[in-house]
């Protein structure tokens, strides 16, 4: 009984010996998995940094250099859809406290500095029109013509940063919102009621060139509603009825009958953008005049089948039809002033 005694004890040490290495092997494999762990979201990153740089670099390069104003409006929005603030994820090194700050201070940087190279004008001659007459041309109606399109594309954002802030309750956030908010805050600053370092550093980079942040809202305000009459007559597509609408003055059909209610949707997402812009300049004490050309189009719209009306598909004007169309109305007569869009 002894010797049996003896041999369990010795059998005990050794299971618990053996339990002991165990321990420090799991342990060991703990810290190499945690290791394993860094080293991949540290390669996430760099792949991260490096491919949403190409894809910027690229697109940038487009927007300057293509010759159809389409397609600079296209590959603008593609260019900010690929700044890392906007494919933020908060996992791995992207839940770093203030992460999505630095990314949104390097995106205002890199933006700001692509701006100078466009701008080599005077910012009282933002020109919507630019690069619509093909009798006007050069590097400097090329630059103004790829400003117009990114200041008509800051709103974008890729639904990958709307999932995950929706999931952490952090909003998502625009190149758009980047700009509207550093300078409301910016005017904060100037009246003494709050500090610079009250507030994130990409709004510091924003207000160092303000002026081309409030360019860009100026340009915005003119472009947004000339996308509209884009989608509503020829003006952009025909430089012949496009110059006689300019010019001459033509009167011309605003049918609902002829606007699906996805296109009247479109049409007063843009307005309500050109409206934002404005009113946001307004805020900064900025006035802003809307171009004589864009008003005078306006006002001689001959608005026919609204809802209601007769011989209008849209019988009802208690429908949520007929609620959009008027609505498209409403904030064409405040965009424009009360004689447009009768």
Do not use: C
């Not at 207000?207 to 509209?228: D, F, I, K, N, P």
């Not at 050109?274 to 006035?287: F, K, P, V, W």
Request: glycine letters at 8%; a negative charge; hydrophobic letters at 40%.
């Amino acid at each position: 009984m002894h010797d049996a005694t003896m041999a369990m004890n010795a059998t005990t040490a050794k299971m618990a010996a053996n339990t002991s290495k165990m321990a420090d092997t799991t342990e060991g494999m703990s810290k190499t998995t945690s290791n394993m762990n860094g080293v991949m979201t540290d390669i996430f990153d760099v792949g991260r940094q490096g491919a949403a740089l190409d894809v910027r670099t690229k697109h940038w390069e487009l927007v300057v250099n293509s010759p159809k104003l389409e397609d600079k409006g296209t590959y603008a929005g593609l260019y900010f859809l690929a700044f890392e603030f906007q494919l933020w994820s908060n996992i791995g090194q992207d839940a770093r406290p203030g992460e999505r700050e630095r990314l949104m201070a390097d995106a205002a940087n890199e933006f700001t500095r692509h701006l100078l190279g466009i701008t080599h004008w005077a910012p009282e001659e933002v020109d919507p029109f630019a690069g619509k007459n093909p009798l006007k041309f050069g590097d400097v109606e090329n630059e103004k013509a790829s400003f117009n399109a990114v200041a008509a594309s800051m709103e974008e954002n890729n639904r990958e940063q709307e999932i995950t802030a929706t999931d952490t309750s952090e909003g998502s956030v625009s190149m758009l919102k980047m700009i509207e908010t550093s300078l409301l805050d910016g005017k904060k600053i100037k009246e003494g009621k709050a500090k610079l370092e009250d507030f994130p550093e990409y709004e510091n980079i924003v207000l160092a060139r303000e002026e081309l942040a409030t360019r860009l809202l100026r340009a915005r305000y003119q472009v947004m509603g000339l996308a509209v009459l884009g989608q509503l007559t020829p003006i952009t597509r025909n430089f012949t009825e496009g110059f006689k609408l300019k010019i001459w003055g033509d009167k011309w059909d605003m049918d609902f009958n002829q606007m699906t209610q996805s296109q009247i949707r479109l049409a007063s997402f843009r307005i309500g953008q050109a409206i934002q812009a404005r009113d946001t300049l307004a805020q900064l004490g900025i006035e802003v005049t809307l171009d004589p050309s864009i008003r005078k189009i306006y006002s001689h719209a001959q608005v026919k089948n609204l809802a209601g009306q007769k011989g209008a598909l849209v019988t009802s004007q208690d429908s949520e039809a007929a609620k959009e169309q008027l609505g498209l109305i409403s904030l064409l007569k405040d965009y424009t002033g009360s004689g447009a869009a009768k």
